[in-house]
């Protein structure tokens, strides 16, 4: 499979489940497609937050997860293999999911990147459990989520300690 495309047999390119759970085409880039859904998260983020802040990004979240599971679900259904690599709707919905812990200042997109392909690539429990245990498109979508609690929360902590030692260190 040189790019995603073959394993979908049936599914055409231009077909909305292929778009969506490609990330318009993320995932069938070579090496590390993961990787490239969670980088086109960042600036999509970025806009979401600065546009209207965490609930809006949180609402962002909620509607890509939603889409994302049906569209991972069809993707899933014609390929007849368990979370595709090639589908990334799941990195794009929870490295969106991270900013709505904190706000996307250019610190915060660099670590809960890096955070966040962690979680996803080791797979602590129980992101794990939720990653062998849970099949289709909400499987596929929900185990990443589960990964980004980790990177969010991490990362919230991260902010928090850095917050209260500026704020000792103030006059």
């Known amino acids: 499979m040189a790019n995603g495309t073959d394993k979908a047999a ?5 077909h909305p489940a292929f778009l969506i759970a490609t990330g318009g085409g993320l995932g069938l ?4 497609p993961g ?15 600065y546009a ?10 909620v509607v890509a997860f939603c889409v994302g599971c049906w569209a991972a679900n069809v993707y899933i259904s014609h390929t007849r293999a368990e979370d595709p690599p090639e589908v990334v709707i799941d990195e794009i919905a929870a490295q ?16 809960g990147f ?23 498109g909400f499987g596929a979508m929900f185990d ?3 990964a980004a609690t980790y990177a969010g929360g991490l990362l919230w902590l991260i902010n ?9 260190m103030a006059p």
Do not use: C, E
């Not at 880039?29 to 590390?32: E, G, M, Q, S, V």
């Not at 969106?96 to 670590?111: D, E, K």
């Not at 797979?123 to 849970?134: L, Y």
């Open 114 to 136: 890096v955070l966040f392909r962690i979680a996803d690539i080791w797979k602590p429990w129980p992101v794990r459990v939720a990653d062998r245990s849970i099949g289709g």
């Open 52 to 61: 209207g802040g965490p609930l809006i990004v949180l609402a962002a979240v």
């Open 160 to 168: 928090l300690v850095i917050s209260l030692k500026d704020m000792s």
């Open 35 to 49: 990787t490239w859904g969670s980088l086109g998260a960042l600036p999509l983020a970025l806009g979401i937050y």
């Open 144 to 146: 990443d989520l589960l």
């Open 10 to 14: 049936g599914l055409p390119k231009w």
């Open 96 to 111: 969106m999911a991270i900013f709505v812990f904190v706000p996307p200042t250019w610190y915060n997109l660099l670590l």
């Open 29 to 32: 880039l070579p090496r590390a």
